[in-house]
């Protein structure tokens, strides 16, 4: 662990889709610096689920639907930390429109949806948002069409809402992974072709760990980063 133990002693964290990868790695840092973190998604298949912390309470949500969601941050009486980490991928069947829409709805919209939601919470606790970009809101994915469009649009969101949250004193902020090792890229992993393709044009030349991403999303969460905001945290460059 990068930071004091402690340090965030008090705070109460919601991370949606924190029931795997990188978002429950986000959430199992948040409670080990001592916030008080619900982990909110859809139950993950049982062969993709993470292990959460004991302190980690797991929250149903489908962030499609804003009467859930409003639910959901209905019963919070305080909230300081919001992480959006709730997304898909569906490769190679995002050309087809009804899966375009449904992945956009969850990516961005799902994003929006949860913002929007908290955003009388976090002016009380001059809280912060992290959301997930991607190395692809920087560039396209034939095979990705939906997934690189919300994305591109998840950082352009993640500016628009800094500057309009600035006067309630919330900062919005966003991490932007790489190629990480998590549930969503494992078919990538399994296929050798496929996965030294991608190392071949990664600077580091290896996966990206959950662990790896969380410890910048929990900087952007601590009082180290009390003066960033609409900032864009990019963990690796894909050199093609």
């Not at 909110?40 to 489908?62: I, K, S």
């Not at 034939?142 to 919300?150: F, I, Q, T």
């Not at 950082?155 to 006067?167: E, G, P, R, V």
Request: aromatic fraction near 4%; charged fraction near 20%; glycine fraction near 8%.
């Amino acid at each position: 662990m990068t930071f004091k133990e402690g340090l965030l002693e008090g705070k109460v964290a919601l991370v949606t889709g924190g029931r795997t990868g990188i978002g429950a790695a986000i959430a199992n840092g948040l409670a080990q610096l001592g916030a008080k973190v619900f982990a909110a998604g859809l139950p993950p298949p049982a062969d993709t689920a993470d292990t959460l912390a004991r302190t980690v309470e797991q929250v149903t949500l489908d962030v499609c639907s804003t009467d859930e969601v409003n639910a959901v941050l209905g019963r919070f009486e305080r909230l300081d930390i919001v992480v959006n980490c709730a997304g898909v991928i569906r490769r190679g069947d995002e050309h087809q429109v009804e899966v375009f829409e449904k992945v956009l709805d969850i990516n961005l919209n799902g994003t929006m949806r949860v913002c929007a939601a908290a955003r009388a919470l976090l002016k009380q606790s001059s809280g912060c948002i992290v959301n997930t970009a991607s190395m692809l809101s920087f560039f396209g994915g034939g095979l990705v069409p939906a997934y690189s469009a919300s994305k591109g649009a998840v950082a352009q969101l993640t500016k628009s809402l800094a500057i309009a949250y600035a006067a309630d004193d919330i900062r919005v902020n966003a991490v932007a992974p790489g190629w990480i090792a998590t549930p969503l890229t494992q078919a990538l992993q399994n296929d050798d072709s496929r996965s030294q393709a991608i190392l071949g044009r990664t600077p580091l030349a290896r996966w990206g760990s959950p662990d790896e991403v969380a410890q910048v999303a929990l900087f952007l969460c601590t009082p180290a980063a009390s003066f960033m905001t609409a900032a864009i945290s990019r963990h690796s460059v894909d050199a093609r």
